[in-house]
């Protein structure tokens, strides 16, 4: 069996940078669905290990994102998780056979 855990972190709400493109508060809906990939440690200098995807739920203050991370990959957001800032929200367990990228880009909206 493989464990998967999602983790949720809320952004503040102020102005974002996506791709060279600053979204201010009034147009945080407009990221609603947007996927990124999500780097080792946060850094865009280490190897991708998930992909995110940000969530606006009509509230200024509440753009956040998800990511579905594979338990050997939680080490790697140990500071961020002991922080608060991503917060477990869902446990899977799988079948070894399950493909890791199958999971990890798999994202519920509610």
């Not at 102005?15 to 493109?21: A, C, H, Q």
């Not at 669905?33 to 995110?52: I, L």
Request: net charge negative; glycine share 4%.
């Amino acid at each position: 069996m493989k464990t998967f855990i999602q983790f949720e972190a809320i952004f503040p709400c102020q102005p974002i940078e996506m791709n060279g493109t600053w979204y201010n508060e009034n147009e945080l809906n407009k990221l609603h669905g947007y996927s990124f990939p999500v780097h080792k440690y946060f850094s865009a200098e280490e190897d991708v290990v998930s992909e995110g995807r940000l969530f606006w739920s009509g509230d200024l203050n509440k753009l956040y994102m998800r990511v579905w991370l594979s338990s050997s990959d939680v080490n790697f957001f140990e500071r961020e998780i002991i922080s608060g800032t991503l917060v477990p929200c869902n446990i899977r367990l799988t079948p070894d056979n399950i493909d890791d990228e199958d999971i990890k880009t798999y994202f519920d909206e509610n």
